[in-house]
T-cell receptor, first 113, second 112 residues
Framework: DTGVSQNPRHKITKRGQNVTFRCDPI?????LYWYRQTLGQGPEFLTY????????KSRLLSDRFSAERPKGSFSTLEIQRTEQGDSAMYLC???????????FGPGTRLTVL | DAKTTQPPSMDCAEGRAANLPCNHS???????VYWYRQIHSQGPQYIIH???NNETNEMASLIITEDRKSSTLILPHATLRDTAVYYC?????????????FGSGTKLNVKP
């Protein structure tokens, strides 16, 4: 399968714990996005990478959140000291070229107890 | 700061055309309209996009009004597998990247 993959698909954690999610984009895609989606809402932009550079971060990305994309390949999103309000689906999308059509992964569903 | 407005839900009979409306009255001249759909517990799937002209592909047709303030996604022969949440999105070109603004979407129920 050559689509965007995300791991894990589900994560249950206790409040205060740290979690890390991984996204593997389509191999030739140099641009990568992270989104957060809460129940009944559309995805909201979190952050954007072009190759290994993080070029944009949303106000939603508090200082407990950090994202990396070493070597411009896979990306990780870490949430420190999780709170119940962090419970959501975290989606990754990748793209390339001028059309910028984003291809989404299946998401990681986080539940903070 | 959603830039699109969609009805929360719609019903459609299997085999009939599904017409999903979207208002984007504040859209600017260089901002594209994209449509994605999301089936339960999956990531959004790309359907179609356009700027000014009507567009058609193997999945759907996109009709954009002349003033670009609204658009309609048409699924010509809806099947039960088309039951999903459909998102109308405005793509805004910022100084260093393109940002997608998702609304709350329309839940399309295709009924036998």
């Amino acid at each position: 399968d050559t689509g965007v993959s995300q791991n894990p698909r589900h994560k249950i954690t206790k409040r205060g714990q740290n979690v890390t999610f991984r996204c593997d984009p389509i191999s030739e895609h140099n641009r990568l996005y992270w989104y957060r989606q809460t129940l009944g809402q559309g995805p909201e932009f979190l952050t954007y990478f072009q190759n290994e550079a993080q070029l944009e971060k949303s106000r939603l990305l508090s200082d407990r959140f950090s994202a990396e994309r070493p070597k411009g390949s896979f990306s990780t999103l870490e949430i420190q000291r999780t709170e119940q309000g962090d419970s959501a689906m975290y989606l990754c999308a990748s793209t390339t070229g001028t059309t910028d059509t984003q291809y989404f992964g299946p998401g990681t569903r986080l539940t903070v107890l | 700061d959603a830039k699109t407005t969609q009805p929360p839900s719609m019903d459609c009979a299997e085999g009939r055309a599904a017409n999903l409306p979207c208002n984007h009255s504040t859209i600017s001249g260089n901002e594209y309209v994209y449509w994605y759909r999301q089936i339960h517990s999956q990531g959004p799937q790309y359907i179609i996009h356009g700027l000014k002209n009507n567009e058609t592909n193997e999945m759907a047709s996109l009709i954009i009004t002349e003033d670009r303030k609204s658009s309609t996604l048409i699924l010509p022969h809806a099947t039960l597998r088309d039951t999903a949440v459909y998102y109308c999105i405005v793509r805004v070109s910022l100084y260093n990247f393109n940002k997608f603004y998702f609304g709350s979407g329309t839940k399309l129920n295709v009924k036998p």
